[in-house]
């Protein structure tokens, strides 16, 4: 029996369902998940809160793409400002926007989780099957490096140049035009995102797919789930119809990321040891630009296609981060500097000259660093606390110097931070500056487009939320399949092993209802 996708638009009563399993959120976790749920038999029905799109709605505008599939309308951050947080809201979820950059989980994390949090069943010999099936699923190679841009050459000349690590990256696409508007949709279906793969294969096989419908409360008791409550929204408006949409499974899988699964959850009143929403990781991003002589046109080519993993391991007590290439469009790139006026022209003006180069920091390995929690706000809206530890201060200003020193090695006649008042380096004796400014919340920008835990896997029952096969601790019938498991920040981009551990779980939702 063939499925359906049915839009909040059409939906002109409310609507009750009854299926095997209800699946909540199509992002990496949830659309993997599906396909395998639906290949083995069983009757689906996935609740998404974002609206449906098809290539042909990719106009690769930013101010359509950011409401149109970006949570909050692409205005998400801590509860203190401090940290801009891009996350997906639409149908295959992050992978709609994300920059198809693809890891497999590190062996060293991989080690640690098992030292720390209990899951030995978690290595690389069990999960390299399930790695293999999502790579040949989503054609993950690595992009050459012939094809690279000027913005994520300048990050591998400036570290060759240096003698440090960088290689090209894999990435999850299939026909890509390397135009480098991979963060506003593919208007050509050529980034293998959940809503041109894995959904449709499920759907094929029988799935009924509700978008934009909020799921609001899990009703239960104590034990079991017995309904999904879920609001029909208003498309364009986030706000609530007079429609809902009741689902009444077996079995309940939560796909819905690190920020809206504990908020649900909560709003559940599903909490038993109090461990939802705490240990929130978001490998937090600080970004500089380098201004060169030579065109750039960072806005074009593969957004990420060039890593370094060169300070990934800092010692025992220090904080690791990695290196990435951004994508400077020009309303990200406007928003992002913290200047107005003459400064903005001028900036802009310069747009077509620029690189723009990340840092990103490994959270949750160092003893003591919990990363944040999320809560609700009385309004029912995440709230999102991200303390700026030293460790984190650290390494930030550590990450600036080295992004300082790939420019310059890249050729840059001019390096300048996102701090409140920026800095601007021209030379390896301006690197002292850096040495002295003001680092953490609000005296710079910070970002994050990768949101992992809040739903801690574990094998200690009063420390963690679910088990090692995704299971809910005391609700039999409730699994958590995406990055919200995710017991630590990875050092990695995390789709990929979203997709591994979501490909793991088939069977173990399969098996329990």
């Not at 099957?129 to 300048?154: C, D, G, S, V, Y």
């Not at 290196?323 to 077509?352: C, I, N, Q, W, Y």
Request: hydrophobic fraction near 40%.
């Amino acid at each position: 029996m063939k499925g359906r996708i049915t839009q909040g638009k059409d939906i002109t009563a409310d609507v009750v369902e009854t299926c095997d399993v209800c699946i909540i959120g199509s992002g990496a976790g949830g659309g993997v998940l599906a396909a395998g749920l639906v290949a083995r038999g069983l009757d689906v029905v996935m609740l998404e809160a974002g609206g449906y799109h098809t290539r042909r709605d990719f106009n690769l505008h930013e101010e359509t793409a950011f409401p149109m599939l970006y949570q909050a309308r692409g205005t998400r951050a801590t509860d203190d400002l401090a940290i801009s947080i891009l996350q997906g809201r639409s149908v295959g979820g992050g992978t709609t926007i994300n920059w198809t950059t693809c890891f497999r989980t590190p062996d060293r994390i991989l080690r640690h989780w098992a030292e720390h949090h209990g899951l030995e069943a978690l290595t690389a010999a069990t999960l390299d099957p399930h790695w293999e099936a999502m790579e040949a699923r989503l054609n993950i190679h690595a992009w050459p490096e012939p094809l690279a841009n000027a913005n994520n050459r300048k990050l591998l000349d400036g570290c060759r140049k240096l003698g440090w690590e960088a290689a090209p990256l894999r990435r999850n696409v299939k026909g890509c035009a390397n135009s480098g508007y991979c963060g506003m949709g593919c208007p050509v279906d050529g980034k293998q995102s959940q809503h041109v793969t894995s959904i449709p294969d499920a759907v094929d096989g029988g799935m009924r797919l509700y978008a934009d419908v909020e799921v609001r409360r899990l009703e239960h008791d104590g034990k079991r789930i017995a309904a999904v409550h879920g609001v029909v929204m208003e498309r364009g408006r986030d706000r609530d119809t007079a429609h809902a949409v009741t689902v009444k499974p077996k079995v309940v899988a939560l796909c819905g990321g690190a920020i809206n699964n504990p908020v649900l959850l909560l709003r559940s009143e599903l909490n038993p040891n109090g461990r939802v929403g705490l240990r929130t990781f978001l490998h937090p991003v600080v970004a500089l630009a380098g201004i060169y002589e030579d065109e750039v046109a960072p806005y074009y080519g593969a957004p990420q296609s060039i890593g370094s993993h060169h300070f990934i391991d800092r010692g025992p007590d220090k904080m690791g981060y990695f290196l990435e290439a951004a994508p400077m469009h020009p309303m990200l790139t406007a928003s992002a500097a913290g200047v107005f006026g003459a400064e903005l022209d001028e900036l802009m003006r310069k747009l077509p000259n620029i690189s723009g180069l990340l840092a990103l920091h490994v959270d949750g390995l160092l003893p003591g660093d919990e990363g944040g929690t999320v809560t609700v706000r009385p309004d029912g809206r995440p709230g999102i606390a991200y303390p700026v530890r030293p460790a984190l201060v650290e390494a930030m200003r550590e990450s600036h110097m080295s992004l300082a020193r790939v420019h310059l090695a890249a050729g840059a006649k001019k390096v300048g931070t996102l701090h409140k008042r920026p800095l601007q380096i021209r030379s390896e004796a301006d690197l002292a500056t850096l040495e002295k400014a003001p680092y953490g919340a609000m005296e710079h920008a910070i970002f994050t487009a990768h949101q992992m835990g809040g739903c801690a896997m574990g094998s200690d029952v009063e420390n963690s939320v679910v088990d090692v096969n995704h299971r809910h601790h005391t609700v039999g019938n409730l699994f958590v399949v995406d990055g919200s498991v995710l017991p630590t920040a990875l050092g990695v981009n995390p789709s990929h092993t979203i997709y591994g551990l979501a490909h793991r779980a088939r069977d173990l939702v399969a098996g329990a209802v």
